[in-house]
C-alpha cells in the first residue's frame, strides 16, 4: 500500500533527520514504528502525510509512493483525501469547541455519510459520546487522545498515522487506546502505522516492526523477532 524507498528527509537543508531508509506497509497491515527521541519517527509520519514543508522540511531524495502513485510534492489535503490520515503529537483540536463539533469539523473532508461516520466513531469511543457537548478543553489527556482518533476517523482514511498515542497516559489509558486501535484494524481492516518509543502491548498486535535510530532503519523484523531488551540496546548504542 505504502512504500518509501531510499528516503532522505531534511530540516532547513541541513539537518538529516531520515537517511537513505526504506519502509514498506502492506495493506491490512498493523506496523509498529519504534525508536529512541530523535530517531526520525515523527519526521518519516509528517513526510507521508505532505505536513514536512510546513517545517522547512523536504524529501532531499527518493521517492513515498502510496498505492504506486507518488506522494512527492503533494499538499496535505490532496494526501488526506487520497485515504491518508496523520494524527500527530501534540493533540491538536479545537479547545473551546464541544467533542461533538470537533468530531463534526473533521467531517469536512467527506460530508457524504458523516452522520452514519459519527454513529460508529461514538460507538468505538463511548466516552466521547457521553461528554459530546463538553469543550474539548476539558478533556483528560487519554479522552483527547480518543478525541484526535474519532476525528481522524471521520475522514474514512485507508491507512492511519498515529505519531504516540500513549504519550503521557496512565498505563490503563494506554489499554484503553491501544484497544480501540486494535478493534479499528480487525473490524474496519483499517491499515495502520503507530510510532512509539516502547508499548509491549504495541508489539503484540504488530503484524511487522521497524526500529529507526538515528535517522537509519537499525532493525526491520517480525515482531516475534523484538523484546523490550532487544529495543534497549538498539536504543543504547
Ligand atoms: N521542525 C524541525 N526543524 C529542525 N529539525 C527538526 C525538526 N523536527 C525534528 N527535527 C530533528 O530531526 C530529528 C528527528 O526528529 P523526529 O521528531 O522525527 O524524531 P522522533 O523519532 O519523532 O523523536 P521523539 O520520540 O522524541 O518524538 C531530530 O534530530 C530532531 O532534532
Ligand atoms: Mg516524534
Known sequence: MLSANEVTLRYDGVIQAVDGIDFRVEQGGLVALLGPNGAGKSTLLKAIAGMLPFEQ???ASGDI?????????AHPATI?????????????????????ENIRAASLLRRKGASARMDMVFEYFPVLKEMRRRPAGHLSGGQLQMLVIAMA????PRLLLLDEPSLGLSP???????DVVERMHR????????AEQTVPRLLKLATDVYVLSRGRVAMHTAPAGVDEKTLQMVYLS
Open 57 to 59: 522540511g523536504e524529501l
Open 65 to 73: 509512493l502510496f498505492d504506486g502513485r507518488s506522494l512527492s510534492g
Open 80 to 100: 488526506a483525501r487520497m485515504g491518508i490520515a496523520l494524527v500527530q503529537e501534540g493533540r491538536e483540536c479545537f479547545r473551546g469547541l464541544s467533542v461533538g
Open 153 to 156: 476517523l471521520m475522514g474514512e
Open 172 to 178: 490503563t489509558m494506554v489499554q484503553t487506546v491501544f
Open 187 to 194: 473490524e474496519l481492516g483499517m491499515t495502520v502505522v503507530v
